[in-house]
């Protein structure tokens, strides 16, 4: 039997913006070692980054200053934890607990830690759950989203007492739920989603719903000329999506796309997959992760 095994090492790069948001610099890379590093999320003042990383052996959460080279363990320990994002109230990260691959349990935790250090605290449990995020202050809106074979649930909640109700008009319907992508605007009045790459049909001209969560109102836009989408994050005004996308000859790139659908290219690679970008609160600075594949071939023999 011949199987092929490809796997990527995702490190966390930043760029720059200038003052109308519509150049980007030639990314720098932030993390150095050769493991996988995730980021998401930025610590009030624009100066440190919060990413996960397996450098560990299993993903634990860092944070390490722009201007710095080695980052900080912010939470260790024995499980997976991924995914930390900053509560409205600026001094608090949220973060999720995920079962280990190829345990019978799938029920994640949310979890809260201070920012400047201390003892986790757990926020709330659920099965099947996916991502987190916050809105900024004023607003206090905080997600997650729980996902089935075949529909996304969303739910609001308190990262204080974890007391959480779903969204019925966020609701999405649709198979694999997991191949889609969300992020919330910074005001909290707005969700996007996005179906990426489900299984192995690789979509055309992929869109993007923008749902408001004041009044239930859906528009959708389109990413023409691309093949698929990789993800979605709400730029720090709100006013427009950093987007991931690719092409079936193996070209990425970074887009731009506001919510009337206009479209800018800020960053392209034939070499290297682009993953998601993350904007700092102040607007001028971005952090991204791109990526190196390998891909090997192996022979087993008398399995």
Known sequence: MAITKYSVNPDVYVAELNSTGTRLSTPQQLTLDERRDFPFSWTPDSKAVLFASDRDGIYHIFKQQIDEMVPELMVGGDEQTVAPRLAPDNSTV?????????????????????????????VL????LGNVQCARFPSTLCLFDVRGTSELLFF?????????????????EDTPAYAYNWSLSPDGKILATAKGKGG??????????????????KHVVTAHAWAGIGSIDFA????????????NTGTWALLNI????RTRTMLGDI?????????????????????????????????
Do not use: C
Request: hydrophobic content about 40%; overall charge positive.
């Open 125 to 128: 449990e659920q099965d099947g």
């Open 94 to 122: 949220l973060y999720v607990i995920w079962p280990r691959l190829g345990e019978a349990s799938v029920r994640g935790r949310v979890m809260r830690v201070p920012l400047s250090g201390g003892p986790s605290q757990t």
């Open 236 to 247: 720090a005004d709100g006013r427009s999506l950093w987007t991931s996308a690719y092409t």
């Open 156 to 172: 609001r909640f308190d990262p204080s007492t974890g007391k959480s109700e779903e969204l019925p008009q966020a609701r999405i």
């Open 200 to 217: 192995l049909v690789t979509r055309k001209d992929p869109s993007i719903t923008f749902l408001s969560l004041e009044n239930g109102f």
């Open 271 to 303: 070499k290297m997959a682009v993953g998601w970008a993350i904007p700092a609160p102040d607007g001028k600075h971005l952090a991204l992760w791109k990526a190196r594949g390998t891909s090997n071939v192996w022979m087993l023999e008398r399995f």
């Open 258 to 261: 506001d919510l009337q659908g």
